[in-house]
């Protein structure tokens, strides 16, 4: 694929995967924290004040960031504790911080003199041939990149302002989370796959978004003009008037295609021969609650509780956990609402997992840490018993592969009732209790399943992921993970009979849920439930709307019966514009 070219007007055209639709326009903000430190980087004096400043946040927040992985730490053990109490010796030496204050009184930027003081010190230390003194260097050069990553965070909050496209090599769940404060109009990076966690939250805050283009922080400069088509993936550089006026059209309208949609949120969910289904909403935080409703959501069909982990980058108490999920429950009631339990690790919040994991995608993730850190889980389980008080919550355990999983997590959310009760709080009893399927383990075992869990939930994202052995954030093999090959959709729907045969819900909610030209086959494969991100909701209900049940159980067939990932898109291509064009007319 050609991924750059210069057109006849000058203007740079780029080329990656579109990640979030949308469109958005606006002045680059290029973001590298993987640059080295320049040691010699001076700032003007009328700047001097604002560097002091910015060193003491960035300070506090590494203090505050050792404070917590030393709470953490206890649990783990003398040798994390000693660790950390060496870092947190490093971080709190205040020679060290009368001499950096004093070289950015001298006119250095923060992130220079920071570097130019810990360097110092490492290289006395590197000298000394002792192996003690030595292991102290690099204690140094943790704190040090820790303050100046905190430096850069803060230096993207104070110079990117608001209304600019982030340009950057990747960015993590975590800038995600921190690019809405910033109101960013859209981002584009460098490498990613478009199912990573980073991705879903753009969707979930409709900010446009482009991965995968190369060189991007090479090619494009901070105040250049940019053009971000999320829908098709290009990416113009200094577009010409021609080219704004034409994008600023197609927002327009991208608009007026939305409020036609807004037309469809009363009307009843159901396929053209009266196969009723229900559409819920993924949510990441209360907010989130009133747009589903709005765009006639029947439920909340997940809250990734972990969202809140990276909000706070620290494990809330009980009470706060309790005011969030109350929160949510009481704009969703009298719908159901469903909290997932924090799936921790992989790309998302990894605070508590004791060590760096070589395949964190494989690692200690979801359940299996709740299991590991039954402390957290309890809180959290508690928290989600006290907000169930009106009836209407469902509690779902995130990564499950073995049945063992299910039974401790429900012996453990046994134990949280009694405490409960025993300090006489109110709660509802009977919570049901469900599971993802996201694993091969779980989709082959879900008849299994079926007979221990309250109802069943696809997550196609992790589910594709595992049945394809291929990382959904590694842009490498961007080619590979499909969540429409032949082998998700088969599991899909030995999933859908397994929870048949025993009487169970079943619902999606990955991505896959979202992706409207799968709306067709997931209805035929016997979904009834779909949870996707608000925004996308009113697209989904217009294919069901159009959408004929025996053609769909048919289309369903036919793509079961697949070779490969492109006969069925073949197929399901085919089908969207048919169907587009039934829609707009
Ligand atoms: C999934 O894996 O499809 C899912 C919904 O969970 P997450 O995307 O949060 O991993
Ligand atoms: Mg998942």
């Given at each position: 694929?050609?991924?750059?070219?210069?057109?006849?007007?000058?203007?740079?055209?780029?080329?990656?995967?579109?990640?979030?639709?949308?469109?958005?326009?606006?002045?680059?903000?290029?973001?590298?924290?993987?640059?080295?430190?320049?040691?010699?980087?001076?700032?003007?004096?009328?700047?001097?004040?604002?560097?002091?400043?910015?060193?003491?946040?960035?300070?506090?927040?590494?203090?505050?960031?050792?404070?917590?992985?030393?709470?953490?730490?206890?649990?783990?053990?003398?040798?994390?504790?000693?660790?950390?109490?060496?870092f947190q010796l490093v971080a709190s030496d205040a020679l060290v911080h009368q001499s950096i204050a004093q070289h950015i009184a001298s006119g250095l930027s923060a992130e220079a003199s920071v570097a130019r003081e810990f360097d110092a010190h490492k290289t006395v230390l590197y000298r000394s041939g002792d192996a003690f003194l030595r292991s102290r260097a690099q204690d140094l050069e943790f704190v040090k990149e820790r303050i100046i990553a905190a430096l850069r965070k803060r230096m993207l909050s104070h110079a990117q302002g608001t209304d600019s496209i982030v340009v950057a090599p990747h960015v993590t769940p975590q800038d995600m989370l921190f690019f809405k404060t910033t109101q960013t109009l859209g981002y584009l990076t460098e490498v990613g796959g478009i199912n990573s966690h980073v991705c879903i939250l753009a969707r979930d805050m409709g900010i446009p978004a482009v991965i995968g283009v190369a060189q991007a922080t090479e090619n494009i400069c901070t105040g250049s003009l940019l053009i971000v088509d999320g829908f098709s993936g290009v990416v113009v550089v200094d577009p010409d008037e021609a080219t704004l006026v034409e994008y600023q059209q197609k927002m327009t309208q991208a608009e007026a295609y939305r409020e036609k949609l807004g037309e469809l949120v009363h009307k009843p969910t159901e396929t053209t021969d009266g196969v009723r289904l229900a559409l819920l909403a993924n949510v990441d935080e209360p907010d989130n609650v009133d747009d589903a409703m709005m765009a006639g959501a029947e439920g909340v069909g997940l809250v990734r509780t972990e969202y809140l982990l990276m909000r706070l980058g620290r494990y809330p108490t009980e009470a706060e956990q309790t005011a969030w999920y109350l929160d949510i429950a009481q704009r969703t009631y009298p719908s159901q609402v469903t909290f997932r339990a924090f799936d921790v690790g992989s790309d998302k919040f990894r605070q508590g997992i004791p060590h760096v994991e070589d395949n964190p995608a494989l690692g200690l993730r979801g359940v299996r840490f709740l299991l590991y850190r039954p402390d957290l889980f309890q809180q959290q389980v508690c928290a989600v018993l006290r907000a169930s008080i009106h009836g209407n919550v469902r509690l779902m355990l995130p990564m499950v592969s073995t049945l063992e999983e299910v039974e401790r997590s429900k012996a453990l959310i046994e134990e949280c009732k009694q405490h409960l009760a025993s300090q006489g709080v109110e709660f509802d009893a009977s919570m049901p209790v469900g599971m993802m399927i996201e694993t091969p383990a779980a989709a082959m075992m879900a008849d299994l399943f079926a007979q221990h869990a309250d109802f069943l939930s696809i997550g196609t994202n992790d589910l594709a992921q595992y049945a394809l052995a291929t990382d959904r954030t590694n842009d490498l093999v961007a080619d590979i993970f499909d969540p429409m090959h032949p082998a998700v959709i088969r599991m899909v729907h030995m999933i859908v009979q397994a929870a048949r045969t025993h009487n169970k819900s079943v619902s999606v909610c990955g991505e896959m849920a979202g992706h409207a030209s799968a709306t067709e086959m997931l209805v035929g494969l016997g979904i009834t439930e779909l949870s996707v991100t608000p925004r996308l909701l009113l697209e989904v209900k217009r294919r069901i709307l159009h959408a004929n049940y025996n053609d769909c159980v048919l289309l369903a067939e036919q793509l079961l019966n697949c070779a490969t990932v492109k006969d069925v898109h073949r197929i399901l291509d085919s089908l969207s514009v048919s169907s587009k064009n039934d829609l707009l007319a």
């Open positions: 694929m050609q991924t750059r070219h210069h057109e006849a007007s000058g203007r740079l055209v780029l080329k990656g995967v579109p990640a979030s639709s949308g469109i958005a326009i606006g002045k680059a903000f290029v973001l590298d924290a993987d640059l080295p430190v320049d040691a010699t980087e001076r700032v003007t004096p009328d700047r001097i004040a604002n560097e002091l400043q910015r060193f003491q946040s960035a300070l506090e927040s590494v203090t505050t960031e050792l404070t917590q992985a030393m709470e953490l730490a206890v649990h783990e053990g003398a040798t994390a504790v000693s660790i950390v109490e060496s």
